[in-house]
């Protein structure tokens, strides 16, 4: 385990347990539609699923509470007469629905109250009706979304190429948003005045939706399937999902001030072909990616700008919807931080806990800090006026005590950045409701900050002198501290820890090596010189005492650079001799070497003048020399060829030099 380094996280350990068949929500119809989006919606009191219906477009809501096999014939929410392709639970009222059909309307649906699937005997289950409806899509209504921040505020993208901005109080369309394609998903910011969305030409918008034009327009994911968007709570960043040219499913993290290219470029995830749904929890900064066609569902934690890997929930069962409760519908007595609904084989949907495990009985405040409760932070004339915030949180605790939610100020948030940039929004009402709460801390670091202290005069030079007096005294030699009082001046206990640089090797010249002896001399004059000079002006109405004893050491150090000086010119002058006498004689040498050189050459050159006149023209001469003697071997001529000396072909001639 050496050299590894496990990152600290308090979901660092969450695991998915699975529900049994029996806690499940069996015997549905799910749509089979081709429609890209999440088929199934949840909030802490009902499920809503895309249903599989004839004679037009229906959806199914199920109390949560109804698990096991539901009835054959339900009650369904009808009212559209093509295919139903998106819902949505409005943030701030459970009861309150709304959906977008094939048809190119959106409606808005009241669940009755105490809504069961389960009817009594003979009696035929009634179906509920939409209590508005809006038209103004020329196309299909792909996706709805409602404001997290502002009350009755409605967003729907078609295929038309816009999202249209509602009223719901006012029942109509207030702004609109013109693409160049098809959208294929959107999502709020938290104070609910931007929008990011995703569309087929490949291009990722972040809206100032009140002024009805994109802030910023940039290059997505390149492949060419669909690329899912997730803000990331009240980060400034958003998250999005997609495929790279190789149809590798990618994740990437994006600065909504400067969205030129993602955070650290697109991260690789797998080679799935199908969609990968994110989902953000702000409250543990979590985000949670379920793919379409797989059962696996991976969650990782953002810090420090980028995600980090935690673990991955693996089932056999694919899935092709999936659904988040929000985090006030958790189950908090089992430390549960997250539930998702997924969809299996378009029969059933199994919910799956994720868990954090904690053998403590008690509520954990750690991992349950404030969310989002069911008031909003405006109304929808408000919003549409130009009004920002956030809604306010509830205390969690308070919920785990079965108590009524207790609110607290949404300024406690886990994270505060302000955009920065000039093409994003215009300066927020926000920032000025949330004021009082940033000069809190105001008082805090005041308070906390030694500056002004260390910014004072600087200290008088009586006051350094006993300082730096007090600080050398425990660092005194045993010997030295029995002295008495004579040690009073600061200047005069600077130079004692020098005086163990003594050479004591001085006793002992012929030990020393020359290159000890130069630097001993290039480096204790320094010293005495340099150090001895403030000693006498430091305090002069000192004791004589110091004084004798530092002239004495000043003498004998003084003799002590004397003999050390004899030794080294004695040395120098021993060495210069050796060497001048080895100069003489490497010159005698090579004046002798070279004397040779050209006696041999010049012998040479005649041998082989004499060999050429002698022997005339022979082939494969080859000369010898050994000491003295010179052994010339050639071969004749085929046709002159005879034996000599043994050897067919072959002469040989001695020559002595």
């Known amino acids: 385990m050496s050299g590894r380094f496990v990152r600290s996280s308090k979901y660092r350990h969450v695991f998915g347990r699975p529900t049994r068949k029996e806690q499940c929500y069996d015997n549905l119809r799910i749509s089979k539609n081709a429609w890209d989006t999440n088929l199934v919606k949840a909030n802490p009191q009902y499920l809503a699923v895309n249903w599989e219906a004839s004679g037009g477009g229906a959806f199914a809501v199920i109390p949560l509470g109804e698990k096991g096999r539901l009835p054959e014939q339900i009650p369904l929410f009808r009212g559209h007469k093509a295919v139903v392709l998106d819902t949505d639970w409005n943030p701030f009222d459970d009861s309150l629905i709304a959906s977008g059909s094939d048809d190119g309307k959106a409606f808005i649906w009241r669940v009755p109250e105490n809504f069961t699937l389960r009817t009594e005997e003979g009696e035929d289950p009634k179906d509920v009706a939409p209590s508005k409806q809006f038209t103004g899509h020329s196309r299909k209504v792909g996706h709805v979304l409602f404001n997290p921040a502002a009350a009755n505020v409605l967003a729907t993208s078609s295929g038309d190429y816009t999202v249209k901005i509602w009223d719901i109080e006012a029942g109509s369309s207030r702004l609109t948003l013109k693409h160049t394609d098809i959208v294929q998903s959107l999502s709020w910011s938290a104070n ?190 408000e919003w549409f006026g130009g009004m920002e915030g956030l809604p306010p949180k509830i205390d969690l605790e308070s919920v785990y005590e079965g108590e009524e939610p207790t609110e607290v100020p949404s300024s406690s948030k886990p994270v505060s950045r302000v955009p920065s940039t000039a093409t994003m929004l215009s300066p927020s009402k926000q920032d000025s409701a949330s004021a009082p709460s940033k000069k809190e801390p105001e008082p805090v670091k005041e308070a906390a900050q030694p500056s002004p202290a260390l910014r004072g005069p600087p200290p008088s030079m009586k006051e350094q002198t006993s300082s730096i007096a007090n600080l050398a005294a425990k660092y005194d030699d045993k010997a030295e501290s029995s002295s008495g009082d004579d040690d009073a001046s600061s200047f005069e206990e600077v130079a004692k820890p020098l005086e163990r640089h003594a050479f004591k090797p001085v006793e002992k010249p012929p030990q020393m090596t020359e290159h000890a002896a130069i630097t001993r001399k290039l480096s204790s004059p320094v010293s005495p010189t340099k150090l001895a000079a403030p000693v006498s002006p430091s305090k002069p109405t000192s004791s004589t005492a110091p004084l004798s004893s530092q002239s004495g050491s000043a003498t004998s150090r003084a003799r002590t650079d004397e003999v050390t000086l004899q030794d080294i010119k004695s040395l120098l002058e021993s060495q210069s001799q050796t060497i001048s006498g080895q100069t003489e004689k490497i010159a005698m040498l090579t004046a002798e070497v070279n004397r040779l050189k050209t006696t041999i050459g010049d012998k040479m050159e005649a041998l082989s003048e004499i060999t050429a006149l002698h022997f005339g023209k022979r082939e494969q001469k080859k000369i010898y020399l050994e000491d003295h003697s010179v052994s010339v071997k050639w071969r004749q001529p085929e046709k002159e060829s005879q034996a000599i000396n043994g050897n067919l072909g072959f002469r040989e001639v001695n020559f002595k030099l």
Not at 206 to 215: K, L, T, Y
Not at 257 to 273: A, N, Y
Request: charged share 25%; hydrophobic share 35%; proline share 6%.
């Open 192 to 381: 609910g005045s931007l929008i990011v969305t995703t569309s087929r030409d490949k291009k990722l918008r972040i809206w100032d939706v009140r002024q009805e034009m994109p802030a910023h327009t940039v290059q997505g994911h390149a492949g060419a399937k669909n690329s899912r968007v997730t803000w990331m709570g009240e980060h400034d960043r958003i998250a999005t999902t997609g495929f790279s040219k190789m149809s590798d499913r990618q994740l990437g993290l994006w600065d909504i001030r400067d969205p030129k290219e993602p955070i650290g470029g697109f991260h690789m995830l797998d080679s799935i072909s199908g969609v990968c749904m994110p989902f953000w929890d702000d409250s543990t900064q979590c985000l949670y990616l379920a793919g379409k066609g797989d059962g696996n569902i991976r969650y990782f934690e953002y810090e420090h700008d980028k995600f980090e890997y935690l673990s991955e929930y693996k089932s056999p069962d694919p899935q092709r919807g999936v659904a988040f409760l929000p985090k006030r519908g958790v189950n908090m007595h089992e430390n549960e931080v997250m539930r998702a609904f997924k969809t299996v084989n378009d029969s059933y949907i199994e919910p799956i806990s994720f868990i954090v495990p904690r053998r403590a009985e008690v509520f954990q405040g750690d991992i349950y800090p404030p969310v989002v409760g069911t008031k909003p932070a405006m109304s929808a004339a």
